[in-house]
């Protein structure tokens, strides 16, 4: 079976500070992932996708950057965090082009970032 | 503009009577609807999904509804228990098999026992 693995689950940075979260996924190969933050009290807002290894799609301009270096492994990163970047970031997953029918998404249990 | 509407941020509802999640959609090249849930501090768990090429999908309590002319669907749980309580996000996807779901903002469900 698949899992989806995401970490840190807390992480409490100052303004200005680097970041890096890291989400891999075990199961499968060619996955597609997702990464997502939601602000408090909003829904979820897609910040990058990729299809593959290097293949990286950003939704929203912002301070924040996304690299896959592996085919099951998807990390988001910054130089220097916002307040603004306080949130709860999710990675998800589902079967490449090569899967079958439609593919639901499957969801880390995320990170929570508190931004100080 | 926000693609997929979930237009009531909140819903309260009685132990052992019906749940109606409501979402409102725009664009018509949409074709695979899902639902899901989320409990605080945990990654939304995918609940039950349904193709254009259908009006309804039942699985257990479950059910989902969908009315491509009116460019709606709705989540129907029955009967609705206290663990049911959580945000309810409601996704859609375009043809394009790697295109991104697009979410609505929520609808928070709060069974009272």
């Known amino acids: 079976s698949q899992t989806i693995h995401q970490w840190p689950a807390t992480l409490v940075q100052p303004v200005g500070s680097p970041l890096s979260l890291e989400c891999t996924v075990e199961g499968t190969s060619n996955p597609n992932l997702y990464w997502y933050r939601q602000a408090a009290g909003r829904g979820l807002q897609l910040l990058f996708y990729?299809?593959?290894?290097?293949?990286i799609s950003s939704e929203v301009p912002q301070n924040l950057s996304a690299s896959r270096p592996q085919d099951r492994q998807f990390i988001l990163s910054s130089k220097k965090l916002l307040l603004s970047d306080s949130g709860f970031y999710l990675c998800a997953w589902n079967r490449g082009q090569g899967g079958k029918g439609n593919q639901p998404q499957h969801f880390g249990d995320g990170t929570r970032l508190s931004i100080l | 503009d926000q693609q997929v509407k979930q237009n009531s941020p909140s819903l309260s509802v009685q132990e052992g009577r019906i749940s109606i999640l409501n979402c409102d959609y725009t664009?018509?090249?949409?074709?695979?609807f899902l639902w899901y849930k989320k409990y605080p501090a945990e990654g939304p768990t995918f609940l039950i999904s349904i193709s254009s090429i259908k009006d309804k999908n039942e699985d257990g309590r479950f059910t989902v509804f969908l009315n491509k002319s009116a460019k709606h669907l709705s989540l129907h749980i029955v009967p609705s228990q206290p663990g049911d309580s959580a945000v309810y996000f409601c996704?859609?996807?375009?043809?394009?098999?790697?295109?991104?779901?697009?979410f609505g903002k929520g609808t928070r469900l709060s069974v009272i026992a």
């Open positions: 990729s299809v593959g290894i290097g293949q």
């Open positions: 664009n018509s090249m949409f074709d695979y």
């Open positions: 996704a859609a996807r375009p043809l394009s098999g790697n295109t991104p779901l697009v």
